[in-house]
C-alpha cells in the first residue's frame, strides 16, 4: 500500500510520522502546570489549538501549503522550547499558550497536499494510511516517553521540540513547491487576464459560509469523535475497574496498535468503490454496538474483544472524513472545511469527560459511563450522515 502511494503523499507521511513521534509529551502538560494550573493550562491550551488549526486554513489563501506546513511546525518547536524554559505560572501559561497557537496550524494544509496529490479510492487509502502511520509513531512516541520520563517532563518537550523541529526542515527539504492556490490563478496567468476577480478563488472572495453538507460532516464528526475519545481514553480505567492486571491496559493498547494496519490492509479491496457515508455510517454503528457491549459486560476478556473489534472496524474507517471532504469540497474552499469539519475533533476533546462522568450515575462507573456515552454518540452518526453525497 505504501509504494502505490504518491511521492509527495510519502514524503508527507514522513513528515508527519518524525512530528508524531515526540507529540507523547503534550499528554503531560497538565503534569508540568502542576495541579493548580492543571486546568487553566488545559482549557487555555484547546482554545488556542482550536484557532491555530484555523490559522493554518487562512494563510493557505496567501501561501503554499509547503510554506504553511513548514512554518507551522517550526513554530511549534520553537515554542515548545519556550516552555521548556519557562518558570513560574506566568510564563508556563503564556508558553502553553503559544504552544496551542501554534500547535495545529499544520493540520489543513497536510490533508490539502494529500487531497491534492491523490484522488478517488486512493485519496482514502492515502488518509487511512496516515492515520495508521500516526497511531504507529504514536506508539513508539510512548517508548520514547518511557525513557525520558524518569529524567523530568521538560525533557519530554525538549524531545518533542526536536522532532518538530526536524520534521520542518524534512518538509522544507523534499516536499514539491507548489505556490498556486487555485486552478483559478493558474487560468488566469495563462489567459494574461489581470481582473482581480479572476486572480482571485470564487471560493474565497467574501465572507464563507459553510454549506449544510459541510456542517453535517461536522456535526456527524463531533458525535464520532465523542465516541473515539470516550473510548481510547477510558479503556486503561475501565479494566483496571474490572480486576485487570496492572501490565494488561499496555498490552491491550499495543495489541491494537498492531492490528490496526492488517485490518486496514485485509479491508482495502472489499469496501473499494464504495461511498464514503454508507461506510462511515455502517462503521458507525458497529462501534456504537461494540461501546454498548464494553458498557454491559465486567468481564475483562469480553472488554478487552469488543475493544479490538473497535480498533479493527476504527482502522476501516480512517481516513474517511478525510477523504468525504476533500471529495465534496470545491477545490478553492478545501482548505477551509477541512478546518471547519477538522475542528470537530477540537469541540469533542472537552465534551468527553463530562458526559462520561454524567453517564457513570446510569453505568455506575466511570468506565462503563464512558463507553455507555460512547454508544449513544456513534448511534447518532448515521442519521448526520444520511443525504452525503457519495
Known sequence: MWRS?????????????????GAYA???????????????????????????????ALLLERFSPR?????????TGLALFTLVLAQGPAQVLIAIALVGLAF????????????????GEQRHATFAVLG?????????????????????????????????????AVAVSFLPRDD??????????????????????????????PPAVLMRLTVAGTAFAIGSLAVMMYVPLALLERGAASWLPGLTLASAAALA????????????GRSHGLILGMGALLLGALALVMAATTSVPLTIAAYLGCTATNSVLLGRWQAAVADAAPEDDRPRWFAVQ?????????????????????????????????????????????????
Open 104 to 119: 495545529e496550524v499544520y493540520e489543513p494544509p497536510s490533508q490539502e497536499l494529500l487531497a491534492r496529490a491523490s484522488e
Open 342 to 390: 477538522g475542528s470537530s475533533w477540537g469541540v469533542a476533546q472537552p465534551m468527553v469527560p463530562p458526559l462520561a462522568a454524567a453517564a457513570a450515575t446510569i453505568a455506575g462507573a466511570v468506565g462503563a459511563g464512558a463507553f455507555l456515552a460512547a454508544g449513544l454518540a456513534f448511534l447518532l452518526v448515521p442519521l448526520m450522515l444520511r443525504r452525503l453525497p457519495g
Open 26 to 56: 503534550l499528554s503531560f502538560l497538565a503534569v508540568l502546570a502542576g495541579p493548580e494550573l492543571a486546568a487553566a493550562a488545559l482549557a487555555l491550551f484547546g482554545v488556542a489549538a482550536l484557532l491555530s488549526r484555523w490559522a493554518g
Open 132 to 168: 495508521v502511520a500516526l497511531s504507529a509513531a504514536g506508539a513508539a512516541a510512548g517508548l520514547l516517553a518511557a525513557v525520558l520520563l524518569p529524567l523530568g517532563v521538560r525533557w519530554l518537550v525538549a524531545a518533542d521540540a526536536l522532532t518538530c523541529l526536524v520534521a520542518a
Open 261 to 272: 494496519p492488517l485490518t486496514l490492509w485485509a479491508a482495502r479491496r472489499l469496501l473499494a
Open 180 to 209: 498556486a492556490r487555485s486552478g483559478g490563478r493558474r487560468a488566469a496567468r495563462q489567459t494574461g487576464k489581470s481582473d482581480r476577480r479572476t486572480e482571485r478563488p470564487a471560493g474565497l472572495s467574501g465572507r464563507f459560509r
Open 5 to 21: 502511494l504518491p511521492v509527495a503523499a510519502r514524503v508527507l507521511l514522513w513528515v508527519r510520522i518524525l512530528n508524531a513521534l
Open 67 to 75: 510554506g504553511v506546513l513548514s512554518a507551522g511546525l517550526a513554530a
